[in-house]
């Protein structure tokens, strides 16, 4: 099997054993890119003999000085400062800019171990094209769940907060939250322990059979396409087939509103976020960016505050509801992917639940 097919913890298990060299799978992945991503576009930034030094550095790191993660290669979305690199922000505003440090997730990652790859303009679709096992991401209305749905791969929200958002664009500081991108569940587990993710208490799940879980489908399913519908009733039969005993979960009224609540606050917050950028280069800023600044006042101040009071009652209630499931599972796009680039698909179904 080509080098470039491992997932996270494979390859990491074979430079472990002196089976593979970091370089070597470097190579792998750089021939992977030059072969596929004239058509996948997933890079902002990839310098292949910037790649290549530091993977022989890496490789001549005593092992006994070496990380969890030593030799992992690993893509950060271009929104994410990088110290070697420059992080562009997708704007011609931060065209070549080099920030010159690491922002705090990049921090983590490098002293793991990790091969920081390059800057990923579509880091769900390098994971997904076997370009790279791990990928940076963020998201402030759907931007982890959903590319990850669109291309076939894991995506990994945590909890908000829960890993460093320094040295990342904010969007909306209430809501953004970095993420991951991988082939493979046992690849977050990684992750998670470099990151010291864990739940105050240590989970109860044994077997899929006798297990609770609920389906969700949320006031929005009538949106629905076949691909999602199909998806979910499969997922549902599957759970019942291993035992598992499966109800749906009608969340009410009051968690209607969810939506709406993120959108105001991604709209209100973004068009903070952005006002730097207006004020220095509204010609270089994207229109439909530069409009929602410019429309900033068409929401009230009133409504932000019922955003934020609103969207902070519901999360009890959630995990209230939710502690008496092993699992809920939500859909997280509508249908297949949009076919064109005219855009990235609607977000309704992930902003549902990030808040």
Request: charged share 25%; glycine share 8%.
């Amino acid at each position: 099997m080509e080098p470039w097919r491992h997932t996270a913890t494979q390859i990491l298990e074979k430079v472990r054993s002196g089976e593979l060299t970091i370089e070597q799978y470097a190579a792998s992945l750089l021939e992977r890119i030059n072969q596929r991503d004239d058509d996948v576009k997933a890079w902002a930034h990839l310098n292949p003999e910037a790649v290549l030094k530091q993977a022989k550095a890496l490789d001549n790191v005593p092992k006994d000085q070496r990380g969890p993660l030593h030799g992992l290669p690993v893509g950060i979305k271009d929104i994410i400062l990088t110290k070697d690199m420059p992080t562009e922000h997708g704007s011609a505003i931060y065209k070549n800019d080099h920030p010159g440090i690491d922002a705090g997730s990049v921090m983590v990652l490098r002293q793991a171990g990790c091969l920081i790859f390059g800057s990923s303009s579509g880091s769900a679709a390098a994971v997904a094209d076997f370009q790279i096992p791990i990928a940076v991401g963020s998201q402030t209305v759907g931007s982890i769940v959903r590319p990850a749905a669109f291309n076939g791969c894991y995506g990994f929200k945590p909890t908000w907060s829960a890993i460093t958002r320094e040295g990342s664009k904010f969007c909306s500081p209430i809501l953004d939250t970095i993420g991951f991108f991988s082939r493979s569940v046992s690849d977050f587990e990684l992750l998670a322990d470099v990151f010291t993710l864990h739940d105050d208490e240590k989970s109860s799940f044994q077997n899929i059979k006798g297990s609770k879980f609920a389906v969700c489908k949320t006031s929005k399913w009538d949106m629905a396409g076949e691909g999602t519908i199909a998806a979910i009733e499969k997922a549902v039969k599957l759970l019942k087939a291993h035992g598992a005993h499966v109800e749906e979960l009608n969340l009410g009224p009051a968690f209607d509103q969810a939506v709406d609540w993120n959108l105001t606050l991604t709209r209100l917050e973004g068009a903070t976020s952005l006002w730097p950028e207006y004020y220095q280069a509204k010609d270089k800023l994207d229109p439909a960016l530069a409009k929602g600044v410019e429309e900033r006042h068409k929401v009230s101040r009133r409504a932000q505050l019922d955003a934020y009071d609103g969207l902070a009652a519901l999360r009890p209630r959630f995990d209230k509801i939710a502690d008496e499931y092993m699992a809920v599972l939500v859909p997280s796009v509508f249908d297949e992917a949009p076919a064109s680039l005219e855009n990235t698909g609607s977000p309704i179904f992930a902003a549902t639940w990030t808040w």
